[in-house]
């Protein structure tokens, strides 16, 4: 039973430009979170997609989108790119509400 | 807003000593409290978790009790190894949403 996978699983871009991030969940998981993790710092919550509606947001802009599609997939878009969102960005499922999350590797995204 | 406190690291021990990661938290109502670990080069892995108060998590020799008086999640191990190396997050997820909200992370170092 595969596990939560992304890709890719490296990025590198240039300051202002967009970027899309995948996500599958692990099976059975329908409800799927995005977090950013900062070097050296604590996952901080983007958003959280369920039954291909966005649930909840964190404090993040608007440049930060996602969708998520009818077979629970979901992606992740940054537009105009800055220097700051050079972090790991980690996808999570679940199965429902109020359950434990398992966590994908990440993609590591650096924007120069 | 609800927020998650650890000690700060890095933590260096040598093999088979004792380890103690201390956690805080801050939150309304009784959330659930977790423990995640992040290996080098690796994402998230739920290590263990608790749902009510007096509840103790449990895994791979891990422990932590959910201490509702002290609104603490200590994580303990008695007798640490070098493939314990890692980074520790506590983390909380509240009782009125499914995101999840971590601590900085405290690194652990295990020295044969």
């Known amino acids: 039973d595969a596990g939560v996978t992304q890709s890719p699983t490296h990025l590198i871009k240039t300051r202002g430009q967009q970027v899309t991030l995948r996500c599958s969940p692990k099976?059975?998981?329908?409800?799927v979170s995005w977090y950013q993790q900062a070097l050296g710092q604590g996952p901080q919550f983007i958003f959280q997609?369920?039954?291909?509606?966005?649930?909840q947001r964190g404090n993040f802009p608007d440049r930060f989108s996602g969708h998520q599609f009818p077979n629970y997939s979901s992606e992740l878009n940054v537009n105009a790119l800055l220097l700051g969102d050079s972090a790991l960005y980690l996808c999570?499922?679940?199965?429902?509400?109020?359950?434990?999350?398992?966590f994908g590797p990440g993609t590591r995204l650096t924007v120069t | 807003g609800d927020s998650v406190t650890q000690m700060e690291g890095p933590v260096t021990l040598s093999e088979e000593a004792f380890l103690t990661i201390n956690c805080t938290y801050t939150a309304t109502g009784y959330p659930s409290l977790f423990w995640y670990v992040q290996y080098p080069g690796e994402g998230l892995q739920l290590l263990l978790k608790a749902t009510k108060a007096d509840d103790k998590g449990s895994n791979k020799g891990f422990e932590a009790t959910y201490r509702k008086e002290t609104t603490s999640f200590h994580l303990e191990k008695g007798s640490v190894q070098v493939s314990d190396s890692a980074v520790y997050f506590c983390a909380l997820r509240g009782t009125s949403y499914d995101k999840v909200i971590f601590g900085p992370g405290t690194s652990l170092s295990v020295i044969p």
């Open positions: 997609y369920y039954e291909e509606e966005e649930r």
């Open positions: 099976s059975g998981h329908d409800t």
């Open positions: 999570a499922s679940s199965r429902g509400a109020g359950q434990g999350e398992y």
